[in-house]
């Protein structure tokens, strides 16, 4: 089944703490993304990356790292979470061939940083 | 970061009435998409639009990409219990490029 998976579904950390959620796709995608949502703000991306070893910044980069060493891979990283940093985390692909549009999503991960 | 405004922020729904939700924007996309939440999952892609003025339905749903291309609504007809959740619109500027998302429309069922 294509699908785009994140891990995990829910985290409570404390800030400071350094945490990785990872995403992987299984459709040969060369986009992915990271996009966080927050109540009545949608959701805003935080980092993409149109091939291996191509990264850019999103709307709301600051706090986040990514890598996208490999294809199927875009782990983002929270070197020292933050309180504000409390929200849910989507990761999301698509293709650039063929003029594909829309992403397809993972079911997110909810993390808590207290 | 760009935002586009989607109204209402939530609205309830009594089965069998329809409802309809738009969203603005004050730059132009050049694609319109409709996605759909469920509690605790991700969006998934209801509608999407290609063309200024299409006019576009799957089931009892209706999406429009205006004229402008600076806005789009959403009717979803017969409402029906399942309806309920986050209804987002998004916009894109050429395949591949980023989703610009609405803040959201959140669906609930009248007590």
């Known amino acids: 089944e294509a699908q785009v998976t994140q891990n995990p579904r829910y985290l409570i950390t404390v800030t400071g703490k350094k945490l990785t959620v990872t995403c992987s796709q299984n459709?040969?995608?060369?986009?992915m993304s990271w996009y966080r949502q927050d109540p009545g703000l949608g959701l805003r991306q935080i980092y993409y990356s149109m091939n291996v070893e191509v990264t850019d910044k999103g709307d709301v980069p600051e706090g986040y790292k990514v890598s996208r060493k490999e294809k199927r891979n875009f782990p983002l990283i929270l070197e020292s979470p933050s309180p504000n940093q409390t929200s849910l985390y989507f990761c999301?692909?698509?293709?650039?061939?063929?003029?594909?549009?829309?992403?397809?999503f993972g079911s997110g991960t909810r993390l808590t940083v207290v | 970061g760009q935002q586009l405004n989607q109204s209402p922020q939530s609205m309830f729904i009594q089965e069998g009435e329809d409802v309809s939700m738009n969203c603005t924007s004050s730059?132009?996309?050049?694609?319109w998409l409709w996605y759909k939440q469920d509690p605790g999952e991700g969006p998934v892609l209801l509608i999407a639009l290609y063309k200024a003025g299409e006019l576009t339905s799957n089931g009892r749903l209706t999406a429009q990409f205006g004229i402008t291309r600076k806005d789009s609504f959403l009717n979803i007809s017969a409402s029906i219990p399942s309806d309920v959740g986050i209804y987002f619109c998004?916009?894109?500027?050429?395949?591949?490029?980023?989703?610009?998302f609405g803040g959201g429309t959140r669906v609930l069922v009248k007590p």
């Open positions: 998004a916009g894109q500027k050429a395949a591949g490029n980023k989703l610009t």
């Open positions: 459709m040969n995608h060369e986009y």
């Open positions: 730059s132009i996309f050049n694609t």
């Open positions: 999301a692909s698509t293709s650039l061939q063929g003029g594909s549009y829309g992403y397809t």
